[in-house]
């Protein structure tokens, strides 16, 4: 399979480095419009990806096509790949560019909306997903379940989640990043080194969400934090500071001012001819 990548910025060359990693894709094309420094760097390191600047003849030559531009780029684009998108199927990684947008500018394509998140980089992204009208066989769905899977794991929504879902785990590794950076100064302010507390902080978090994510456990996470406070404890001592700090209803407020964010550009893009 030969895959186009339209936009390799952050996410494209994310998604594009774990796509080539794949044995049955033989090709990636990333496209953009300024390619000096991406050509010497991905292309030395990644044999099957090439760097080029015509959309159109990435998506001429490719079997299934990845749009990873911001979506004010986006008419350009899909005016763009258009002709050479015809019953291939699309996959749009941008937040705001609505099913019904995509499929007015590719009526000929199988559309598919997704939004993956940074951790595409080393294949541990988890991408939300929404089918198009033109994406009904099982083949399609098999291979866009692929694609998605060759950068971590995924789940299909309604379309309608999509602004909701781009504000929780779209921008989620920026929450968790504030707050790995925020443990790593409470180690530092208790009198642990830097490098010591980016290690334990870095590895309770991922431990922690492996353990509540893991396939077979059925634990809620209130059940896990109830399995560690001891009463009269020390983590009691620390959970009655997190909750008098609001942490609950801050990460809520968070999530909620970036999925009204993300609503109101969606609005001004659906609104636009
Ligand atoms: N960043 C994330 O964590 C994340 C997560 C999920 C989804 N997304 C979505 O992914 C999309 C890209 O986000 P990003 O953060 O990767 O942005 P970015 O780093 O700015 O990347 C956008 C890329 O698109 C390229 N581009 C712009 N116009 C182009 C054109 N006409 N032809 C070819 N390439 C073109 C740009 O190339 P030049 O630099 O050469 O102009 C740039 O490399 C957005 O729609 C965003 O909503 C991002």
Redesign the pocket.
């Known amino acids: 399979m030969i895959v186009a990548v339209?936009?390799?910025?952050?996410?494209?060359e994310a998604v594009a480095r774990s796509i080539a990693k794949s044995q049955a894709v033989e090709k990636v094309f990333v496209?953009?419009?300024?390619i000096t420094t991406l050509k010497s760097t991905l292309q030395s390191e990644e044999k099957k990806i090439f760097v080029l600047q015509d959309?159109k003849s990435a998506a001429k030559d490719s079997d299934l096509i990845i749009i990873?531009?911001?979506?004010g780029?986006a008419k350009?684009?899909l005016a763009?790949i258009a002709q050479f998108a015809s019953g291939k199927i699309v996959i749009s990684?941008?937040?705001a560019v609505s099913i019904r947008k995509l499929e007015a500018s590719l009526p000929n394509s199988k559309i598919v909306r997704a939004?993956?998140?940074?951790a595409a980089s080393i294949g541990e992204a988890i991408t939300a997903y929404s089918l198009g009208s033109k994406v009904k066989e099982k083949k399609d769905v098999d291979e866009v379940q692929f694609i998605l899977g060759s950068f971590g794991d995924y789940v299909e929504v309604p379309e309608n989640l999509m602004d909701a879902v781009t504000a929780l785990s779209?921008s989620g590794p920026a929450y968790i990043a504030v707050l790995i950076e925020a443990m790593v100064s409470a180690g530092l302010k208790v009198g642990i080194p830097r490098d010591i507390a980016f290690k334990l902080v870095t590895k309770t978090l991922t431990g922690t969400a492996n353990l509540l994510s893991q396939k077979k456990s059925t634990m809620h996470p209130a059940e896990l934090r109830d399995l560690v406070t001891t009463p009269a404890g020390t983590t009691i001592a620390g959970i009655y500071e997190l909750e008098k700090g609001s942490l609950r209803t801050s990460v809520m407020n968070a999530v909620d001012a970036a999925t009204a964010a993300a609503e109101k550009v969606a609005k001004k893009f659906e609104e636009a001819d």
């Open positions: 339209i936009g390799g910025g952050k996410i494209g496209t953009k419009r300024n959309n990873s531009v911001k979506a780029d350009h684009v763009d990684l941008m937040a939004m993956p998140n940074i779209g």
